[in-house]
Structure formats: C-alpha cells, structure tokens
C-alpha cells in the first residue's frame, strides 16, 4: 500500500510539481492551498507525512504545526520556506517539524527527503506480526525506550515525542556512554548531510531535553561535551 503525503502550498505551480515528482516516486498525494485547509485534511485524511510551506494564506505554517503538535497529531512534516531565516527554521522545528527545505529546491531532492523520513519512521502499526511480543528494550534509569513498538517512556509516563525526537533519543541510548558529534548525528538520524547545518541537532536535543530532563538546564541525562557535541549516560546518584 502506498504511504500518503499531504502537499500544502498555495503557489500552485510548486504543488504541481511537488504532485507530479511524489506520483512518480509511487506516493499517494493530496493537497491543500492554505493553512485551514491543509490541517483540517491533516486531521480528516491522516497521511504518512506532510510536506508545509511556511507562508500559507489564512494560517501559516508555524501555526498549523503548533496545532498539530497540540492535538497530540505525530505527522511527520517536511518544512518548506522561502525564507533563509534562521529564526524561522528554528522556530518551526522547536514547533514539532522534522525537517526543513528552502526555496528554490529541486524537486529529486524533496522526494529523497521523504524517502528518508519515511524509511526512518516505524509506527507501531506497522510493525511485522511476526515479531509478536518483543523483548527489546533500553532502560537508562527512570528511562524506557521500546525501539519496535515506538514508544518511550518516563517513569510511568509515556513521552509524547515526534518521529525525529524518538529517532534521536534511540540513537542516542544504543550508543549510551559514547560522545556524538553533531555531524554523526546528522548523519545517522537525518540520513543525509545538512552542509554544516547543525543547528537542527541542538534544537532536538533541546526539545528531547524538555521532556525527559527534570531540569533542562541542569541536564542528567543528556550531557553536552563542549566542542564536540552530546552523550547520553545513566544519571549519577549525587546528580
């Protein structure tokens, strides 16, 4: 069955060719022309990934993956923006995107992005039968990640994560102890290389950081290593 991308763009020339090189690509893809539009389809047709402009007419895109975000909607989303803004990019991540474009793009290199999301997105339904019950999982202190069933959990609580958080919260707890780098991270969670954009990777670990960290300034979990990048570590006693 083939996944289902949501194109929301109001320049039509752009959704057209977004349409045309996904239908090639073997996606199912719809659109919409606004904001309103694009999460009320968001919400009523559930697609596997949407793919958002910033600047939309009627709401923008910062605003529509606010509230997707806030109705606990775990799409993931692909950014599009004209803008070469650092502060947008930034916001709109923090926000819940995975990732982000900017205009001009070209149409293969949209397509391997979503490839990559896709590919590195496993819900729970979507998980192989076969498996049956599972007997992987990560425990780092109050900590429990189950890769194949997608979930992660604090204490009791289940952590409300997108697919790029819990992506980098695994990568992070498999390689428990060592020092990543921003561009291993890069490498190995985005799957593809941002030309030095690390700020992407600081942003997550922030979000990931408010949500399983008691403190986010005090950090217990996940340390920064000055100059070189992240590592997650079992919290000492005194800590």
């Known amino acids: 069955m083939s996944k289902k991308i949501l194109v929301v763009d109001d320049e039509q020339s752009i959704v057209t060719l977004l349409q045309y090189n996904l239908i090639q690509a073997g996606y199912e893809v719809i659109t919409a022309s606004d904001g309103e539009e694009g999460l009320a389809s968001c919400i009523s047709e559930e697609p596997d990934l949407m793919v958002l402009d910033l600047m939309l007419p009627k709401m923008d895109g910062i605003e529509v993956c606010k509230e997707l975000r806030q109705r606990k909607i775990m799409v993931p989303i692909l950014m599009l ?77 289940r952590l409300d994560l997108t697919p790029k958080e819990f992506e980098l919260l695994v990568y992070l707890a498999k390689h428990k102890g060592r020092v990543l780098t921003r561009d291993q991270l890069l490498s190995a969670v985005w799957n593809y290389d941002f030309s030095g954009d690390t700020r992407i990777v600081d942003v997550h670990i922030s979000h990931l950081r408010e949500k399983i960290e008691n403190n986010s300034r005090k950090p217990v979990y996940i340390k920064t290593i000055r100059g070189l990048g992240y590592k997650l570590e079992e919290p000492r006693m005194d800590e």
């Open 81 to 157: 923006t004209a803008k070469d803004d650092e502060f947008d990019k930034v916001l709109g991540l923090e926000l819940g995107a995975d990732d982000y474009m900017t205009k001009p793009f070209s149409p293969r290199e949209v397509v391997a992005r979503v490839k990559a999301i896709l590919r590195r997105t496993k819900t729970s339904n979507e998980l192989d039968v076969s498996d049956g019950e599972s007997s992987e999982r990560i425990m780092i202190a109050d900590l429990k990640i189950l890769p194949e069933h997608y979930e992660a959990y604090y204490g009791s609580e």
